[in-house]
């Protein structure tokens, strides 16, 4: 008896040697994170969306931000949340913008929308409008 050995190809035996064959998928990876952290795009504020039969909330937490560092706008239906986190090193104050601009649904009355800061938080109250709140139509006995 005669054994004969056999080897299978792998996957880099029948692809070609090309670079992004034999390149690690990882490859690139800090690049990406350094243009995403070297400030050409803001850092987006982390929102949490609620809604009521009333009312829709946006609720941003925005620790380390004081009340006059923000700012809201409601333009062609898009809710604009911009603050800016100032921090002190020693002699030297560095700035931080944040932005979050959200869409906001059609049944909301924009002209009417308040905010409350508190404790970190900002909560942005969006009143619905009248003529798309639930109505209760009573039944009546003939």
Do not use: C
Not at 45 to 67: M, Y
Not at 69 to 94: C, H
Not at 99 to 123: C, H
């Amino acid at each position: 008896m005669r054994i004969v050995h056999y080897t299978y190809p792998n996957v880099r035996n029948l692809v070609p040697s090309f670079s992004f064959a034999n390149r690690s998928p990882w490859a690139g990876l800090d690049g990406e994170i350094d243009r995403l952290l070297s400030g050409t795009a803001s850092p987006r504020i982390p929102v949490e969306l609620r809604e009521d039969q009333n009312n829709a909330f946006v609720r941003a937490e925005l620790p380390g931000v004081s009340r006059a560092d923000i700012a809201i706008e409601i333009v062609d239906g898009v809710l604009s949340i911009t603050a800016t986190r100032r921090e002190k090193a020693g002699e030297k104050e560095e700035s931080f913008q944040l932005e979050r601009s959200i869409s906001l649904p059609e049944d909301v009355a924009a002209e009417k929308a308040s905010s409350v800061y508190e404790n970190g938080v900002l909560t942005v109250t969006l009143p619905k409008r009248e003529e798309v709140k639930p109505k209760k139509i009573t039944v009546a006995v003939n």
